[in-house]
């Protein structure tokens, strides 16, 4: 696995460059544009997981890649664990990037005095540094439930088929059940388990429910990679090269 796992951050070298320096400048462009520094670490994360999977499966049909790979002192269980160490790299790098984005943001707004109280805008307090741990954490969520979804899908399409047919996919996993419960009337009245959530709301806001919360996103999100390997694993040994 830590052949494979160095084969794809050596293919990636160039491409994870130039994506951490366009991360750089995106984060700071939103967080000036937005002024606030909360979304920017969040938005880079999750964009970076979803590149990471899109971009991989990408290099595998240029020059014939995927097929020479595996005449590499390499079994298939090590090119997809391989993989997904990268997707994970890259997005975490993404995480990293963002954040210090935002820290340098701050870091200006605080030394420089900017017009229309933007250095009160850009400065980080406790709540604002709560607040970007969540969304973040929740991004990383989003990031890696995407990057799970797809990268099976490419492991057994290949990435010019699956290209076709994510859209479709995509468009039926996260959009059609949103429209089913708008326009079925179940959430008319009063949303199920409201008070639940309210409750659940009000206790992620406290220093003790922002830890337990950021924690199970992440539990969550190592266990939806975990199967999602497992699942690229089995669609990846029966597919013919």
């Not at 938005?43 to 979803?50: D, G, P, W």
């Not at 020059?63 to 997904?84: I, K």
């Not at 996260?174 to 309210?198: C, H, K, R, T, Y």
Request: net charge negative.
């Amino acid at each position: 696995m830590k052949r494979a796992y160095l084969i794809e951050l050596t293919i990636f070298r160039d491409y994870g460059r130039q994506l951490l320096a366009l991360g750089f400048l995106v984060a700071v462009l939103v967080g000036c544009g937005m002024q606030t520094v909360l979304a920017a670490p969040s938005i880079i994360t999750c964009m970076f997981f979803m590149m990471g999977a899109m971009g991989a499966a990408a290099y595998d049909e240029q020059n014939d890649w995927g097929r020479f790979r595996l005449t590499l002192p390499l079994s298939r269980r090590d090119v997809v664990l391989g993989r997904y160490g990268a997707i994970v790299t890259l997005g975490l790098g993404g995480m990293a990037v963002g954040l210090l984005a935002a820290f340098a943001i701050s870091a200006v707004a605080s030394a420089v005095e900017l017009p229309g109280e933007l250095s009160q805008a850009l400065a980080l307090d406790a709540d604002t540094l709560s607040a970007m741990a969540f969304a973040t954490t929740f991004c990383l969520l989003i990031g890696v439930v995407v990057a799970s979804v797809v990268t099976p899908i490419y492991f057994r399409l290949g990435q010019t088929k699956a290209t076709q047919l994510l859209p479709t996919i995509i468009v039926m996993i996260f959009v059609l059940p949103v429209v089913f419960l708008g326009n079925s009337g179940l959430l008319d009245g009063a949303l199920p388990g409201l008070e639940q959530i309210s409750a659940f709301l009000a206790y992620i806001e406290t220093p003790e429910g922002l830890a337990v919360g950021c924690a199970g996103m992440v539990a969550a999100a190592v266990a939806i990679l975990a199967a999602s390997a497992a699942i690229s694993l089995k669609l990846y040994e029966t597919r013919e090269l």
